[in-house]
């Protein structure tokens, strides 16, 4: 049995020596192939691996194409968008990722980049707390929640907007629920983005929503740059110049934000949420982990694609 490991960034050394370990002690070979900048070397090798890690590398239907003994793909990581779920599907290949594994990372960035943007990127002059502010959570996940607890900490008052958890759940870790996502982004100074990118939430942060927010709101995205309106965003940051924007992932019109509205807007050099040597481990060995116990137990556990189109 053979998993590849394919990463045009690759995992720690530490964290592929742990996950060769795991695939070893399984009885299965590693093949690495790490900072691949042609296509066709993937297409190359995955042509005889039973199973493929990737992060942020895309899985797409070629790349399926050639992987004609794959089994079960995991992305090392919480989003997903770079599988190609249909093409595994249609070929009875698992899907998997790796959920909660990086989620404290990114919930610190997304703290820090609040701090950040409150103290006017560092710049001289006089900044904001954020003790005694609202910060809502849109989206109430993995990591959602750490934002939750670690706001807690700075004082701030939580509201979160989630249709797909229970208000009990939210409730319980002192949260305070919003039945709407409107009622969301009208009470709270700065909201915290964590909705996955799919087909219902694609573009949906733009120009009505984010109008709603109070006068010197902070909008922070640490989830997916395909979830905001980019051309709304630039009308909304023209007419409140009051508002904010910090994102670990860069505008497809950056350079126009940068130039029209300086150090209101911030993007992270390269997306970093999960950047940390903590992160990374975690979710590599856990991608080996779940690989192994897929082939040892047939357990689907975190599969993505949907269960019942594939015959595991
Ligand atoms: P998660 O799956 O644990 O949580 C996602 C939450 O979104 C779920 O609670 C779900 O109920 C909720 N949700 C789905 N559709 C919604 C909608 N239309 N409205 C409101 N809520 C909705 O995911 P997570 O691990 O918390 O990750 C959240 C986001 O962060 C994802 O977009 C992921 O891709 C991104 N992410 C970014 C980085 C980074 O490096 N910046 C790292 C990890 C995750």
Known sequence: MKVLVATEKPF??????????IIENAGYELALLENYTDINDLYQVVADADALIV???KVTPEVIEHATKLKIV?????????????????????????PGQNSNAVAELALGMMVYMARNQFTPGTGKELLGKNIGIHAYGNVGKLVAKIAKGFGM??????????????????????????ELYSKCHYVSLHIPANEQTKKSIGYDLLSKMPKGGTLI?????????????????????????????????HAELIEKFGIRVFA?????GAETAEANINAGLAAANQIVKFFQTGDTTFQVNKKHEVKN
């Open 12 to 21: 720690a050394k530490v964290a592929v020596e742990g996950i060769k370990q």
């Open 55 to 57: 992060r942020s590398d």
């Open 74 to 98: 995991v992305r090392a990581g919480a989003g997903y968008d770079n599988l190609d779920l249909p093409a595994c599907t249609a070929r009875n290949i698992v899907a998997m990722n790796t």
């Open 157 to 182: 008052t939580v509201y979160a907007y989630d249709p797909f958890v229970k208000k009990e759940i939210m409730e319980n870790e002192s949260v305070i629920v919003c039945n709407t996502v409107e």
């Open 221 to 253: 995205n640490t989830a997916r740059k395909e979830v905001i309106n980019e051309e709304e965003l630039v009308k909304l940051l023209e007419e409140r110049t009051d508002l904010k924007y910090a994102t670990d992932m860069t505008a497809g019109n």
């Open 268 to 272: 992270t050099p390269k997306k970093m």
